[in-house]
C-alpha cells in the first residue's frame, strides 16, 4: 500500500516551452501533497506542500510563478514549470501523505527534467 | 529552522560487516526523525522512524536507529550488511505542528549517505 507514482519519469524539452509533471496516490487519499528538488549529489530540498482544494505554499526562494502547482483532488498533484530554461534541469520528486498516518510521506520514484 | 547533518558523504563497507551511518539534527524544539532510503532508479522508501516512546527503533530488514537527545543524534546501524543494502541513504527531521503529534511540518532532510556494500 501508499504507493505513489510520477509522470513522466523523464522528460526533455527545449528551452521556454512549459512541462507539467503529474503526481498520483495510488492507494490512498493524499490530503497534503508536497514537492521537492534534488539536484545531483545535493540533498531533496522542499519546494512546496499543497493540500487537496487549496493554494499551494511555497518555500522562501520558489518563484510560485514559474512552478504551478494544482492540487485539484484527493489523488493528484501536479506540478508545472513554465517557461523552463536550463538552470531548472534537475530531479523532481512528489511526496503524499494522508489524513491518518499524517506522519509519514510517501514519495514517488521522481521526474528527470532536462531543460536544452 | 531545523537543520539535518549527515557527516559521511559515501561509506563503503564488505559484505556481513557491520555499519553506521551517522546523522546529527538542529533544533530548538522536539523533534521526529525518519530514515530513508533510496534504491538506484527508485523513489524514497521510510526505513524507520522515531516519533516518542522507545528511543531505538527498527526496521523490518535489520537495520535499527537510536534517538539521542543529549548527543541530538539518530545514527543508523545494520550488525550485518548484504550487497542488496547498497544504496543511498536520508535522515530526515520534522517538527510536530500540533500538540498531538499527529501531524507534521515539513521534511528537511540532511545530504545524504551513499552506501556501498563490496562482495
Known amino acids: 500500500g501508499a504507493v505513489v507514482s510520477q509522470h513522466p519519469s523523464r522528460v526533455i524539452c527545449k528551452s521556454g516551452t512549459s512541462v507539467k509533471i503529474e503526481c498520483r496516490s495510488l492507494?490512498?487519499?493524499?490530503?497534503?501533497m508536497f514537492w521537492y528538488r534534488q539536484f545531483p549529489k545535493q540533498s531533496l530540498m522542499l519546494m512546496a506542500t499543497?493540500?487537496?482544494?487549496?493554494?499551494?505554499?511555497?518555500e522562501q526562494g520558489v518563484e510560485k510563478d514559474k512552478f504551478l502547482i494544482n492540487h485539484a483532488s484527493l489523488t493528484l498533484s501536479t506540478l508545472t514549470v513554465t517557461s523552463a530554461h536550463p538552470e531548472d534541469s534537475s530531479f523532481y520528486i512528489c511526496?503524499?501523505?494522508?489524513?491518518?498516518?499524517?506522519?509519514?510521506?510517501?514519495f514517488g520514484p521522481g521526474t528527470r527534467l532536462t531543460v536544452l | 529552522a531545523q537543520s539535518v547533518t549527515q557527516l559521511d558523504s559515501q561509506v563503503p563497507v564488505f559484505e556481513e560487516a557491520p555499519v553506521e551511518l551517522r546523522c546529527n539534527y538542529s533544533?530548538?524544539?522536539?523533534?521526529?526523525l525518519f530514515w530513508y532510503v533510496q534504491y538506484p532508479n527508485q523513489g524514497l522508501q521510510l526505513l524507520l522512524k522515531?516519533?516518542?516512546?522507545?528511543?531505538l527503533v527498527e526496521s523490518i530488514n535489520g537495520f535499527e536507529a537510536e534517538f539521542n537527545k543529549s548527543q541530538t543524534s539518530f545514527h543508523l546501524r545494520k550488525p550485518s550488511v548484504h550487497i542488496s543494502d547498497t544504496a543511498e541513504y536520508f535522515c530526515?527531521?520534522?517538527?510536530?505542528?500540533?500538540?498531538?503529534?499527529?501531524?507534521?511540518?515539513?521534511?528537511?532532510f540532511g545530504q545524504g549517505t551513499i552506501l556501498t556494500v563490496h562482495p
Open positions: 511526496s503524499a501523505s494522508n489524513g491518518i498516518t499524517r506522519d509519514t510521506q510517501y
Open positions: 492507494d490512498f487519499q493524499a490530503t497534503t
Open positions: 499543497s493540500n487537496e482544494g487549496s493554494k499551494a505554499t511555497y
Open positions: 533544533s530548538s524544539v522536539s523533534v521526529y
Open positions: 522515531y516519533l516518542s516512546g522507545s528511543t
Open positions: 530526515a527531521v520534522t517538527v510536530p505542528l500540533n500538540a498531538g503529534g499527529t501531524s507534521y511540518g515539513k521534511l528537511t
